[in-house]
T-cell receptor, first 112, second 114 residues
Framework: GEDVEQSLFLSVREGDSSVINCTYTDSSSTYLYWYKQEPGAGLQLLTYIFSNMDMKQDQRLTVLLNKKDKHLSLRIADTQTGDSAIYFCAEWESNSGYALNFGKGTSLLVTP | DTGVSQNPRHKITKRGQNVTFRCDPISEHNRLYWYRQTLGQGPEFLTYFQNEAQLEKSRLLSDRFSAERPKGSFSTLEIQRTEQGDSAMYLC????????????FGPGTRLTVT
């Protein structure tokens, strides 16, 4: 199948904003998710957005959705060193109704 | 803590041996999923249960892979006759019984086949 695309690496300074981008494939996908994975750990659900929304804000996290371009972004305000991790974008597969299709992840490095 | 738990966290086995992993989902979640994650990749969907019924198993990687959820609570994933290519992180997730229900992941079982 087609791949969910993410840039592989992002480096920011502590206190700056981080923006992680994703291009998804399933135009019928109703739900889109962002997960965080720290080394050796499982995936932590950060936030999700319904396809009928353009934006969702949750504390330091802002998700923007452009359905026309199938583009999703995650903005982290005031990035901290503890935010260093791999961030995965995932689309809910509309044809199965249960599986998530993940990108390869963006490795975020926050430097002091 | 009522999160998803997985055991063991790490498993090292010799090629050709059988291995079994266990997943305990969040207690009120009816849906349970297994994914595999290899180095540098995102998780890849393997199989899905709604209660005790396995509703999708065509995406298990080969007939050496099987999963069960006998009483609709915990689940096991078995790999028979392991191969070096099976080395990966095996992740379990669970969700509520509704479309698009958020999937919560366990810490994973890291399998190394020598």
């Amino acid at each position: 199948g087609e791949d969910v695309e993410q840039s592989l690496f992002l480096s920011v300074r502590e206190g700056d904003s981080s923006v992680i981008n994703c291009t998804y494939t399933d135009s019928s996908s109703t739900y889109l998710y962002w997960y965080k994975q720290e080394p050796g750990a499982g995936l932590q659900l950060l936030t999700y957005i319904f396809s009928n929304m353009d934006m969702k804000q949750d504390q330091r996290l802002t998700v923007l959705l452009n359905k026309k371009d199938k583009h999703l972004s995650l903005r982290i305000a005031d990035t901290q060193t503890g935010d260093s991790a791999i961030y995965f974008c995932a689309e809910w597969e509309s044809n199965s109704g249960y599986a998530l299709n993940f990108g390869k992840g963006t490795s975020l490095l926050v430097t002091p | 803590d009522t999160g998803v738990s997985q055991n063991p966290r790490h498993k090292i086995t010799k090629r050709g041996q059988n291995v079994t992993f266990r997943c305990d989902p969040i207690s009120e979640h009816n849906r349970l999923y297994w994914y595999r994650q290899t180095l540098g990749q995102g998780p890849e969907f393997l199989t899905y249960f709604q209660n005790e019924a396995q509703l999708e198993k065509s995406r298990l990687l080969s007939d050496r892979f099987s999963a069960e959820r006998p009483k609709g609570s915990f689940s096991t994933l078995e790999i028979q006759r392991t191969e070096q290519g099976d080395s990966a992180m095996y992740l379990c997730a669970s969700s509520q019984d509704r479309l698009g229900g958020e999937q919560y992941f366990g810490p994973g079982t890291r399998l190394t086949v020598t």
